[in-house]
């Protein structure tokens, strides 16, 4: 994982691994992959912090579309779906909060305990 990954890393623990990158728009993503004792990644949670409510909507009908075209139709609550398949679960939240605007992915293995062996 650390040869492919292109973010900076931002910490590192025996049971995970946190990355980091901002964007043009000075917006930061945060990816961090969760490990089991073996290092076998066992859930991705990616932390997208915006600048705007607008831009948290846009990001969340965008992903929507997509997972749902990948994954099927969702489980959704107000500020939070749910895609299930064979192999993985999606959850996007909303975490917007005051002025802190943003969107939390979660990715956990449906059929085995892993996401990914490297």
Request: no cysteine.
């Amino acid at each position: 994982m650390k040869a492919t990954e292109t973010f900076e890393m931002f910490e590192e623990t025996p049971d995970h691994l946190g990355y980091t990158s901002e964007t043009a728009q000075l917006e930061t993503i945060d990816v961090q992959y969760f490990l089991t004792p073996d290092k076998k990644v066992n859930k991705i949670t990616i932390d997208v912090y915006l600048n705007s409510p607008e831009a948290t909507k846009q990001l969340w009908n965008a992903s929507k579309r997509y997972f749902s075209e990948t994954y099927s139709s969702p489980k959704e609550d107000a500020k939070k779906i749910t895609w299930n398949n064979k192999t993985v679960r999606v959850d996007m939240e909303d975490v917007s909060e005051g002025k802190d605007y943003g969107l939390k992915f979660q990715f956990f293995p449906a059929d085995k305990n892993v996401l990914a062996a490297k």
